[in-house]
Antibody, heavy 120, light 107 residues
């Protein structure tokens, strides 16, 4: 079964760092972009950016450039999203999803989401 | 960056109605457009990709059309289980922007 399994919910304080994970299984991790999507409470989907695990080629949305860092470990088929200093406005659900590197297709498999709560 | 504008932002229709949601790109994106459904409290799911190709397992009452800048998602006969928010997304080049969403309710 093709899956993306994300790490569990996090509760953090402003200024703390955080790294969440997204582990792929059941498919060739190297053939797909990993995409990060934010959904703030009661709001729509926001594309944060993408990483290609093969060479760690990374593209960030201008809204998230400099605010987060993507990384990937192809040996464990795991992608990561990290913050060095969280803000209350980072409180949201974060999804990882995938899109084939070459094909004209959409985001066909999604992780279950990781809830991040930042509060003092 | 290319902007994606969906309309309407919300709609209410009766079971069995034909429902149409539009998505407009500020520049041409060929057919690099997908539609997603997000039911309340659930993970988004891919409905349509390449503007008009139905994702495996998606009911045939869903269809997509368009190319260039104007796209449409149609539900031919609205069902109670279609209550959700629908998003378009362009992916021809980064950023792969989402539309703002269209909330569909049953009248």
């Amino acid at each position: 079964e093709v899956q993306l399994v994300q790490s569990g919910a996090e509760v953090k304080k402003p200024g703390e760092s955080l790294k969440i994970s997204c582990k792929g299984s059941g498919y060739n991790f190297m053939n797909y972009w990993i995409v990060w999507v934010r959904q703030m409470p009661g709001k729509g989907l926001e594309w944060m950016g993408i990483i290609y695990p093969g060479d760690s080629d990374t593209r960030y949305s201008p809204s998230f450039q400099g605010q987060v860092t993507f990384s990937a470990d192809k040996s464990t088929s795991t992608a990561y999203l990290q913050w060095s200093s969280l803000k209350a406005s980072d409180t949201a659900m974060y999804y990882c999803t995938r899109r084939h590197y070459y094909d004209n297709n959409g985001l066909d498999v999604w992780g279950q989401g990781t809830t991040v709560t930042v509060s003092s | 960056d290319i902007q994606m504008t969906q309309s309407p932002s919300s709609l209410s229709a009766s079971v069995g109605d034909r429902v149409t949601i539009t998505c407009r790109a500020s520049q041409g994106i060929r057919n690099y457009l997908a539609w997603y459904q997000q039911k309340p409290g659930k993970v988004p799911e891919l409905l349509i990709y390449a503007a008009s190709t139905l994702q495996s397992g998606v009911p045939s009452r869903f269809s997509g059309s368009g190319s260039g800048t104007d796209f449409t998602l149609t539900i031919s006969s609205l069902q109670p289980e279609d209550v959700a928010t629908y998003y378009c997304q362009k992916y021809n080049s980064a950023p792969w922007t989402f539309g703002q969403g269209t909330k569909v309710e049953i009248k």
